[in-house]
Every structure is written in C-alpha cells, then in structure tokens.
C-alpha cells in the first residue's frame, strides 16, 4: 500500500468493490425481475440507504480497533456472493412460477435483504476508515472521501471494461471477496509476512466455490427447465433453455425467442403484406424467433438487414436454433444499436421493422421516439412502412395500454401522415408517407400472389382478426386517449405509460398512485417544492451544511442518471462510451475533492458551490443536444463540483463542535437514496428533462440562500 497514505490504500478498496458489487447486482436484479428497469431505482434506493445507515451507525460506536475493521471487511467479502445468491433464489423464496411478473413490492423486498450485509459493512467501512487517515474530523472525513471516488472511478472501469465481459457473477464476487478478506488480513498484521501464502491460500478456496457456485444457482434460477447455455455479455445475461419440446432464448431472465414458435414468427408478415412488393427490409431486433426466416419468403426481396445490438443474440441463435438464423445471401447482420445503425447507413428500405419489446426501459424508449420515428422516415423509400407490435389480448384493450398506444400514435402522426393500427393479440402499428393497404382482403390477397405458405397469419385467419369492426373498436379505444403527450428522447413519457400498463398487473391502488403523480401540474409541484425548501432552509440557516449535503447528494444522483439516459437517448446505447462516463462522473469527485483539500478551501465557499450545483442541471440539458464530447466532458464537471462541496460542507459541519463523522455521509447517501427512487422513475419519464433540471434548480436555490445568509466561518 505504497501507493496511498494510511488507511488511503483501504479506502480505494472500499470504493473499487463497492462499484463493481453495484454493476454486477444491478445485472442480477434485472435479470431476477425480467429486465424491469424499476429494479435498478429499486437497488440504488435501497443500497444507499444500508449504506447510510452503516455509515451513520459507524460514527456513534466510536474508534474501532484493526479487529473490528477486519471484521467488516469479512463480512463485505461474505455479503456479495450472498447478495448474488439471494437475487438468484428470490423468485423460489416467493414462491412464483416462471414467468410470472413480478411487482415493485417484490422488487424492493428481494433488493432490501441482497444488499443489506455488504452495503452496511461498505458504509460502516467508510466511516471507520476515515479515521485512519488521522488529523482533525473534517479533513479526515474529506480525504476518506476523496480516496473512495477514485476506488470508485477504477472500479467503473475495471468492471464495465474487464471483469463483466470476461468473468461469470459469482468469478467477479470471488476476486472481490479476495481482496476483501486481503485488507482483512493486512489489518491483522499476516500480510507482511505471510503475503503469498495467503493470497495462494484465498484464492485456491475461492475459485472453485465460485465455479460451483456459478453453476448451481443458475439451474436452480431455471427451475422447470434444463439450462443449456449461460452467457454474460456487456449488454446483459443471456440463457438458453429447453423444456416440453422447445427451446427458448431468454435476455435478462425475459424469454425473448421461442424454437419453435411459427405464430410469434410469422407476425412480420403484417409489416410486408402492407407494401405492395418490398425489395429491403431493416429488422431491427427480435430476430431469434424465426422471423427472419419469415422475411426472406417474400418473393422479389434482394436485401434484409438484421440489427441487434447485442453480437452474442445472434450468436447463440445460430449455435443453438439453426433454423432462426438462415444461411442467405441477402441477408446482412449488424452488431450494432439499431438507432445507431440506422443514422450511420446511407442506404433505405421498403419497410423497417421494429421487433424489440415497448418501452419497458429507459434505453428500448429511444425507438419509439418523434426524433427516432423521423430518422426511420429518412430511410424510407417512397410508399415504405415502418411498423412496430404491442402485446395486447385478443379483444380487450386496458386503459392503460390505449395510453400507451395512444402516446405513440400521437408520436407517429406527427412524423407520418398514414397510420393504421390492427389488432390481435399483438396490435401492429403500421404508418408510411403514403395510404396503407393494410384491409383482410388487400392482405389475403397479396400472401396468395407471393405464395406465401404460413399457419397463422394465413388467408383462413385474417379475415376474422382484421374485421372493420374490429378495427374500429381498436380506433376508438385508442382515440379516447387521444390527449396523450408526443413521446421524445429528452421527455420519455412512453417510457412512464409502459410503467403504469406494468404496475396495473398487480396493484391498481398502486397504478392510482402513479397516474395521480402523473396528472400532477408542473408548476404546482416546482413551487411546493420551493416553499417546502425554504422552510427547511429557514429552520437551518445558522448551520446549513446538512441541508446542502443532502440537496447536493439529490443532485448528483439526479446528473448521472440525466446523463446516462440523455447520452443513451441522443447518441445510442455505445457499451464503452458508457463505462468511461461513469468512471468520468467519479474521476470529477475525485478531483474535485483532492482539489478542495489541496487548496484547503473554507467552509464560506459552500454558498457558491451550491449556487453551481444550481446552475449545473440546466447546463447539462443544453450540454446533452451538442454531442458525445460534450457529455463527456459535463460528467466529469458534475462530479468535481459535487466532489468539491463535500470537503467545504465537512468543514463547515464539523466547525464549532464535535459530530457524528459518518453522519455527513449518510446524509449525503439520504438524498441520493430519494434521488434514486424519483428521477429515473417518476422525474424524467413524467416531465421530461427540462422541468426535471428545472426542479433540481429549485432543490438547491435554498440551501445556497441559507449558506449565504448564515454566518459567515472563517477559514481555517
């Protein structure tokens, strides 16, 4: 630990594997929940909360011996493999069926109990540890806190750019665990000593419970199946599963293909029957289940482009489905982000074909777009078809789902001047530049002169699913909705109805809930807002640090996720771009707090820094629509002014009398914990990100008041 003061080396650690338990049970808890982004809110909530709590409950016990830190290191290295196999085994411990769904109540129970043994320890670590670095509260409490961002800044990298694409869940929990039980030992006084024995001796214990480990959780995960192949990739999880005469792909423990399933494959034909006679198709996603196969039926095709952004999807269809995948000439895959490709590509289509699901997350949100809809519409060749299918039941359409088929209609229409919607149990949303021939008889025809030879959507079937009165009856459902909002990449709102739609399938108090939060006026809440801000802001005015501790730890939770969604939105999901943000938000707190104790900022800085925090949402959305660079470069800026604040804020927290040491932290934790749960489920999704950075201008307006009204601390 020649690299890093007293204690330093142990705090680096604490925020290197704090980062890496994040990104690996954040997988984890998608994939146990169906790739339901809500966990993610779910999991951060609840991690910073456990966190918090540590880290307050560190600072009340008082100085603890090396034993006592070696102890927590234990358990930290005890509680990710723990955490792991809790994730793996909450749906057995609540006892659903594969397949079921399950609800937001779920999701926070199995997060709650996965994440409480590492994350308490993490935070109690945290605390303890600062005193290592000896010296008076507050510079100890800031250096702890310089030292953990930039653990944290490497472990965002080591484990986006290495350990995830390379290494199975439980492999990265035994390297973790590794270095875990390593700083245990060094702080009883083996590792000098003893170095190589016990780092031989760790690892030869580690590795093969982590490959059995591996394997055993992931078949009982799959109960009711056999478990064929298991991949991980940097995009998700991916398995392959056989049972009652099938095979299935599942991504994100969702079954996203079926061999065979001629019904679900032959779907695509609705998208190409509506084109008099398509010469180029672009299937974008949903590829796996035969569709493909489907496509190069049609007579006169020359050219289909197949784009799935994760290369293994294709991959593992081929080595395991070898009928999905065909061996054609004409067709062309790309491992590439559809949206992505689809701005790259100077070539156009007769009809482009959306096969990923709706706008179940934040990232699938950007195909379902007005700025998505208008680059497809670039790439249309005259009298093209762009299409898209929603789940539904065969004949009965919830409110829920007639907002959200009405949200993207709307979304359509503003891009397209036909569109047509046909329903069934998946309802297609066709829409052109020109009329669509998209009537039973029209279709039926146009299958027997291509001689098309399908099971389900054949010329017996289609007469009775598209009847004019069905069709109507589709048409008015979705037009009593008709005042849904346009759906866009900086107001994602398909994004919070497809939340709504989910939540209705279990709870519809709780669907209430959400619609109600929903119809709430812009306005009214920006201003309770601020009034509710003031009166706190009032009430701590002589000592304002904690209030600006907690509005700043709200923010900076609320930039990262406007800046990993808004670079999603706006430039494509590009995996690596990603990881080196994330790592660019925590090499910013990193400096901007060892900048902060380098120049021994005063605590009376702490009114000017929490006016930038103001300032820096509002900078951010205008930074978001100027490119890749930009974002870039605002992730790091974020960070250092968060990273500056909380060396200032120390100071003035710890001024005059002694304080709780981990409870500036944990207040901090607080309000990144209420920020976790708002902003990438209600804030941004509702209100888009304008009002959204509008709002996080409002939280902080009072506490840069209070700062600046209160009394004046002189430096130290």
């Known amino acids: 630990m020649w690299w890093a003061p007293k204690g330093g080396a ?10 890496v338990v994040q990104v690996v049970l954040m997988r984890e808890l998608m994939v146990a929940f169906q790739g339901n982004e809500l966990s993610l809110g779910a999991m951060l909530a609840c991690w910073l909360l456990w966190t918090a709590l540590g880290s307050a409950a560190a600072g009340k016990l008082g100085q603890p011996g090396r034993p006592q830190l070696a102890a927590a290191f234990a358990l930290a290295a005890a509680g990710f493999p723990l955490a792991i196999l809790l994730a793996r085994e909450s749906r057995a411990l609540l006892e659903s069926a594969r ?7 779920p999701m926070l129970l199995t997060s709650c109990a996965a ?4 994350a308490t320890a993490s935070g109690w670590l945290f605390a303890a540890g600062s005193r290592l670095l000896g010296g008076d509260a507050a510079r100890s409490t800031s250096s702890a806190y310089l030292w953990e961002a930039a653990g944290a800044a490497a472990g965002g990298l080591a484990a986006s750019l290495a350990l995830v694409p390379f290494a199975s869940p439980f492999a990265i929990a035994a390297i973790v665990a590794w270095l875990d039980l390593l700083a245990a030992a060094s702080l009883l006084g083996m590792w000098l000593r003893h170095r190589v024995a016990v780092a031989l001796l760790l690892a030869a214990a580690l590795v093969p419970a982590a490959r059995y480990a591996e394997g055993h959780t992931l078949e009982r995960f799959w109960r009711g199946f056999r478990l064929v192949a298991a991949r991980n990739t940097p995009y998700g999880n991916l398995a392959v599963v056989e049972g009652e005469g099938s095979r299935s792909l599942a991504e994100n423990g969702l079954l996203i293909a079926t061999i065979p399933d001629r019904a679900a494959a032959e779907e695509v034909h609705f998208a190409l029957l509506a084109h008099a006679a398509p010469r180029t198709v672009l299937l974008v996603g949903g590829g796996a289940n035969g569709s493909l196969t489907q496509v190069l039926k049609h007579p006169g095709l020359t050219r289909l482009d197949y784009a799935e952004l994760d290369p293994a999807i294709p991959e593992m269809a081929v080595a395991f489905f070898p009928s999905a995948i065909p061996h054609d000439p004409r067709l062309k895959i790309h491992a590439l982000d559809g949206r992505l490709y689809l701005k790259r590509t100077p070539d156009r289509f007769d009809a482009i074909v959306i096969g990923l699901p709706g706008p179940q997350t934040a990232q699938l949100n950007r195909f379902y777009t007005i700025e998505f809809f208008r680059e497809a519409r670039r ?4 009298g093209g078809v762009f299409a898209m299918g929603f789940a539904a039941s065969e004949n009965y359409i ?12 709307q979304t359509l229409q503003a891009v397209f001047p036909r569109v047509v919607a046909l329903p069934g149990e998946t309802i297609h949303l066709l829409a052109s530049g020109e009329p669509i021939a998209a009537d039973a008889g ?4 146009r299958l027997s002169e291509r001689g098309i030879e399908t099971g389900y959507v054949s010329r017996h079937f289609l007469p009775f699913r598209i009847t004019p009165e069905r069709v109507s009856a ?19 709102v398909a994004y919070y109805f497809n939340t709504t739609l989910w939540s209705a399938r279990f709870n519809r108090g709780q669907t209430a809930l959400f619609q109600a939060l929903a119809r709430l006026p812009f306005p009214a809440l920006a201003a309770s807002t601020a009034v509710l801000m003031i009166l706190v802001a009032a009430g701590m005015r002589r000592r304002p640090a904690g209030l600006c501790i907690g509005a700043m730890g709200f923010t900076m939770i609320g930039l990262e996720i406007m800046l990993l969604v808004g670079f999603q939105a706006m430039h494509g999901y590009v995996y690596r771009e990603v ?15 060892w900048l902060a104790l380098r120049a021994a900022m005063p605590a009376r800085w702490l009114a000017e820094l929490q006016a930038a925090a103001a300032v820096a949402p509002l900078a951010v959305y205008g930074l978001l629509q100027l490119g890749a660079a930009a974002i870039a470069l605002a992730a790091i800026g974020c960070g250092f002014v968060g990273g500056c604040q909380f060396p200032v804020a120390s100071a003035a927290w710890f001024e005059g009398r002694p304080r709780n040491r981990g409870g500036l932290y944990a207040i901090d934790l607080a309000g990144s914990c209420l920020g976790a749960l708002l902003f990438g489920a209600y804030l941004i999704p509702v209100f888009g990100f304008l009002r959204t950075a509008v709002l996080m201008s409002v939280v902080n307006a009072a506490p840069a008041a209070a700062a600046a009204l209160g009394p004046r601390i002189p430096a130290r």
Request: aromatic residues 8%; without cysteine; glycine residues 10%.
């Open 579 to 593: 990881a080196v943000l994330i790592a660019g938000f925590m090499a910013g707190m990193a400096l901007g707090s």
């Open 115 to 118: 994440l409480a043994l590492f």
């Open 474 to 492: 589709l048409a008015e459902r979705i037009g009593a909705a008709s005042d849904a909002p346009v759906n866009r990449d900086l107001a994602p």
């Open 10 to 19: 142990y705090l680096f650690l604490i925020g290197f594997t704090s980062v």
């Open 442 to 445: 029209t279709l039926v025809r």
């Open 379 to 382: 790439h249309l060749n005259p």
């Open 99 to 105: 397949g079921e769904v399950l609800g937001f109540g």
């Open 398 to 409: 919830s409110p829920e789902l007639a907002r959200l088929l009405a949200s993207i209609e």
